[in-house]
């Protein structure tokens, strides 16, 4: 198997040629390069690729992506600083030592995001929970009924216990009581993808569990019906379908050593005495 392949391996069980998946590719090395052992992961972390490279796994698969970028913009929000500067990266950089690490190990890194979303993430994260009815909705936008109604403050707690985190932020009111929730996992509760928030709403979700949410999108909901958001954590949300995608490899690839990184929730929460 060569690196590049398992872009076209993903595009074809999703029905697609790989030039119609609309982001990632191959990052860093070369896409001809026969690979010995696929470390997957949901972000290629200094950490992920020194284990990947003490694995002896040369082709490092990440969900999100590999460099940290500056959005552009208006010179006067950066009036301190020189009107020429372009973007730089110091050594110490992540950017730099990630791409150090991987050059010097002699890693493939390949980001499949939109391709993973739609193979696996999306619709292992809800089944995880319990969660397995389909009422409204298709793709990004489904909408579940639960197996039985119950407050938002009980529905927290089983998500947290089924994602094994020990605590879930809950936005609204935790007495509520919830029949219908949406599934917007890892990012796609964040502001910037409004659109399926709107949609689920609409389509009649009084909860939305979620992966990452900001606070903007958390009033909008609250503004919307008085929703109810459960976010658990971006990265834990969408390691439930990395696995399976790595169980998927070992299937196809079964002399092929493919192995799991799990990213964990990068904060924890301390509280006033």
Same mark, same amino acid.
């Given at each position: 198997?060569? !690196?590049?392949?398992?872009?076209?391996?993903?595009?074809?069980?999703?029905?697609? +040629?790989?030039?119609?998946?609309?982001?990632?590719?191959?990052?860093?090395?070369?896409?001809?390069? =026969?690979?010995?052992?696929?470390?997957?992961?949901?972000? +290629?972390?200094?950490? $992920?690729?020194?284990?990947?490279?003490? &694995?002896?796994?040369? &082709?490092?698969?990440?969900?999100?992506?590999?460099?940290? =970028?500056?959005?552009? *913009?208006?010179?006067?929000?950066?009036?301190?600083?020189?009107?020429?500067?372009?973007?730089?990266?110091?050594?110490?950089?992540?950017?730099?030592?990630?791409?150090?690490?991987?050059?010097?190990?002699?890693?493939?890194?390949? *980001?499949?995001?939109?391709?993973?979303?739609?193979?696996?993430?999306?619709?292992?994260?809800?089944?995880?929970?319990?969660?397995?009815?389909?009422? !409204?909705?298709?793709?990004?936008?489904?909408?579940?009924?639960?197996? +039985?109604?119950?407050?938002?403050?009980?529905?927290?707690?089983?998500?947290?216990?089924?994602?094994?985190?020990?605590? $879930? #932020?809950?936005?609204?009111?935790?007495?509520?009581?919830?029949? #219908?929730?949406?599934? &917007? $996992?890892?990012?796609?509760? &964040?502001?910037?993808?409004?659109?399926?928030?709107?949609?689920?709403? =609409?389509?009649?979700?009084?909860?939305?569990?979620?992966?990452?949410?900001?606070?903007?999108?958390?009033?909008?909901?609250?503004?919307?019906?008085?929703? $109810?958001?459960?976010?658990?954590?971006?990265?834990?949300?969408?390691?439930?379908?990395?696995?399976?995608?790595?169980?998927?490899?070992?299937?196809?690839?079964?002399?092929?050593?493919?192995?799991?990184?799990?990213?964990?929730?990068?904060?924890?929460?301390?509280?006033?005495?």
């Amino acid at each position: 198997m060569q !690196a590049g392949e398992i872009i076209e391996w993903v595009a074809a069980r999703l029905g697609l +040629a790989a030039s119609m998946i609309p982001d990632g590719g191959v990052i860093v090395g070369a896409a001809g390069t =026969e690979v010995h052992g696929i470390l997957v992961t949901w972000m +290629a972390t200094a950490e $992920v690729l020194s284990k990947a490279a003490g &694995l002896g796994c040369n &082709l490092v698969v990440c969900h999100e992506g590999f460099r940290f =970028e500056e959005i552009p *913009q208006s010179p006067i929000y950066r009036w301190t600083a020189p009107p020429a500067e372009q973007p730089y990266e110091r050594p110490d950089h992540p950017n730099s030592v990630r791409r150090r690490l991987a050059e010097q190990n002699n890693l493939v890194v390949v *980001q499949i995001h939109y391709g993973l979303d739609r193979l696996c993430i999306y619709d292992d994260f809800m089944p995880q929970l319990g969660i397995t009815q389909v009422i !409204a909705g298709g793709g990004y936008e489904k909408v579940y009924v639960l197996p +039985a109604p119950q407050t938002a403050d009980a529905l927290a707690r089983h998500v947290a216990g089924k994602i094994g985190l020990d605590c $879930v #932020r809950l936005t609204g009111d935790g007495r509520k009581m919830i029949a #219908r929730v949406g599934n &917007l $996992v890892g990012g796609a509760a &964040l502001s910037s993808n409004r659109y399926w928030m709107r949609k689920q709403i =609409e389509y009649g979700a009084e909860a939305i569990i979620c992966g990452e949410s900001d606070e903007c999108a958390e009033i909008f909901a609250q503004e919307y019906n008085g929703t $109810v958001l459960i976010e658990t954590s971006h990265a834990a949300s969408e390691n439930i379908g990395l696995r399976r995608f790595v169980r998927m490899l070992k299937d196809a690839y079964p002399d092929l050593p493919c192995e799991f990184y799990d990213i964990r929730r990068p904060y924890h929460f301390v509280c006033a005495v």
